[in-house]
């Protein structure tokens, strides 16, 4: 089955750290660019990262750029993202999303992870 | 950056009417533009790339149109299962991935 399944979303506090990571199955992982866009609670997606295949581009959001890192393994078939200096609007659903082939468009998405930064 | 701007923020409208989304660009992003649908507590899920392109499983209700920087989403014959929330999304090289604010589509 094609799927995508984010994990690693907990309660932190604020100017803590945390990791997530994403596990895609079904697909050939390493063909694919991917990207991590999240959405804070009650608003509109908001895009976080991006990876190309090879891992030679990568691009952040205004937002996180020179907090969060994100990097991927392709033997397993896995997309982290290492977030640092974590404030309370990074509060979010993490989605993991695959670009569909040439489409500049998302076309797999997990089922999210929730990052909570609260003291 | 880019920036997307969608109208409207809300929408009202009933089972079998024909509804129409307006998403603007602040540049121009040829046909690099794509639309979602969501629903409460679910992921995104793709209808439309590059415009114009119905991904495949997608309703034939649903199309796309628009270059540049004015584009726009059409429902013909809203369904039930069509009420939830709309977002554009741009590529551009230099700006790359913005979505659009969304748009609610209530039943009236």
């Known amino acids: 089955q094609v799927q995508l399944a984010e994990s690693g979303g907990d309660l932190v506090k604020p100017g803590g750290s945390l990791r997530l990571s994403c596990a895609a199955s079904?697909?050939?992982?390493?063909?694919?660019?991917m990207a991590w866009i999240r959405q804070g609670p009650g608003k509109g997606l908001e895009f976080v990262s991006y990876?190309?295949?090879?891992?030679?581009?990568?691009y952040y959001g205004n937002s996180v750029r020179g907090r969060f890192t994100i990097s991927r393994d392709n033997a397993k078939k896995s997309l982290f993202l290492q977030m640092n200096s974590l404030r309370a609007e990074d509060t979010a659903v993490y989605y993991c999303?695959?670009?569909?082939?040439?489409?500049?468009?998302?076309?797999?998405w997990g089922q999210g992870t929730l990052v909570t930064v609260s003291s | 950056d880019i920036q997307m701007t969608q109208s409207p923020s809300t929408l009202s409208a009933s089972v079998g009417d024909r509804v129409t989304i307006t998403c603007r660009a602040s540049q121009n992003i040829n046909s690099w533009l794509s639309w979602y649908q969501q629903k409460p507590g679910k992921a995104p899920k793709l209808l439309i790339h590059?415009?114009?392109n119905l991904e495949f499983g997608v309703p034939s209700r649903f199309s796309g149109s628009g270059s540049g920087t004015e584009f726009s989403l059409t429902i013909t014959s809203l369904q039930p299962d069509d009420f939830a929330t709309y977002y554009c999304?741009?590529?551009?090289?230099?700006?790359?991935?913005?979505f659009g604010q969304g748009t609610k589509l209530e039943i009236k």
């Open positions: 079904g697909f050939t992982f390493s063909d694919f660019h």
């Open positions: 999303a695959r670009e569909g082939w040439q489409i500049a468009a998302f076309d797999l």
């Open positions: 990876m190309s295949k090879t891992g030679k581009t990568i």
């Open positions: 999304q741009q590529y551009n090289n230099y700006s790359p991935w913005t």
């Open positions: 590059q415009a114009s």
